[in-house]
């Protein structure tokens, strides 16, 4: 195959199959065409095939993919393989004696009561979580940015539709252009199927009005399909524990024992439901709550870096795995850390300074309350940091931790449905499931943050393939 001499600079870049395949070489649509509605088209049936309906428009799916060279996927791989090994290490350590933890990256108390209760009565499962990388402009490092576990299955398994709708807009161009997908059904469907025991009833904690879910319902789907039986939805509030420690839903109006659960809601949910039944819940749930409340906390990336070198001491990672997470995740410092205070300090002295930083809000999705240094004027940032830098009250918990700002890179991507060109950063995600590396989730597009996505909203996913 012959590279497009006239792309840009980056490896990385957005491509359209038919005009790729037409032109011998990767090239993306620049100008709109009468072809190019039958892309949208071929995305659509794509979209709307199977059982499950996604709440996702075809106006949030480009059928024209993003190219990342097989360099690059390999390196998304060995930032996976890096961080899995360090999350599996540092969770196991969480609660021993003689471990920090808890002081460094603290919790609500009813959060630390139950980690504390779990840690000896079940082994530490990571499940599914998903990395979020950015790219550093001029050299395309990827960064890691945070970590995404609170909704475990999403982008896992609803991208294998867009995926195929990209593939269907011209599926010899594959062979011709030397190109394989990125993350293959087979290496998620029944891995995610596996996660759950066919023998026994599923509850999904899910509540409509709080979260629509996305890939939930095709897990749903893929319970239904292995064990014969369908799967329980049930809102939190419904679980009760009966005297004898017993777990049950009320959903019904009657009471329906719980064996095993798959958490699909916000943590505000979660908590409503009271300590007790959240470590019965925690104790039958396949997606390990360890995951859901420390490391998708934005403050276990800084968690990870203060870790990378007794990790490496003690032989948990080797030199490369190291360098992977040293490299590879954003420069992440703890409220009162020694680290932070050094930061606070150099922005005081030099009023520039907080424009290469951000305040990360620790909980929170798709960008939602994070504070931007070049946003802010120099007293109002100094307040903020001089804020984190306090002593917390008693079962008071950080809400941010500071973040370097990565400068992303810039790339062209087609908007479909207007049929014009804008430039874009890039949101990439690494699938990680049960501590294997199963591909590159859907990329997402950004300005300040990631753009939205769902009906109506002006997001963009795309599929994603490399080099065979």
Known sequence: MTRDPDAPATKVRQISLPLSSAAGRLVNRTRPGPEAQDDIEVMRNALEGG???LPVD?????????????????????VQQAVHKAVVDIVARWWDEGEDFPKRMPLA??????LRWLHPKRAYEPGCYRPDILLEEGT????????????????????????????????????????????????IREPVASLFDPSKPLHILYEKEAWVGFDIHIVAELFAEKSGQKPHFVKPSSMRLSD??????????????????????????????GEDVLKQVALRCR?????VLLVHDKRFLAILRQEAPRLLERGVLHQAEYSAIMDNIIDSRLPRSKGFLEVLEECKRNEKAKDGYVLKATRTGWGKGHIFGYELDQEAWMAELEKLARPLADDQVDEYVLQRYVRQQQYPIWRHM???????????????????????????IGERTHVKLGPGQPGIALSTLTDV
């Open 140 to 187: 395309e490092t990827w960064k890691v940015c945070e970590i995404n576990a609170r909704f475990p299955y999403n982008g896992f398994l609803g991208p294998l539709k867009m995926l195929q709708g990209s593939i269907n807009t011209c599926p010899e161009a594959l062979d011709q252009l030397g190109l394989k997908a990125t993350n293959e059904a087979d290496q």
């Open 58 to 78: 075809v106006g949030n799916t480009s059928p024209y993919p993003l190219y990342i060279p097989r360099s690059k996927n390999g390196e998304l791989y060995k």
């Open 418 to 444: 207007e049929q014009r060109q804008q430039e874009y950063y890039l949101v990439v995600s690494i699938l990680s499931l049960q501590g294997k590396y199963v591909g590159v989730g859907p990329t997402r």
């Open 287 to 291: 997606n390990d709550l360890r995951t």
């Open 244 to 273: 004898r420690g017993k777990l049950y839903s009320t959903e019904t109006g009657e009471d329906v024992e719980v064996e095993q659960v798959a958490l699909e809601a916000p943590q505000a949910l979660l908590k409503a439901m």
């Open 109 to 114: 108390s009813d959060e630390e009561d139950v």
């Open 51 to 53: 059982l499950s309906s």
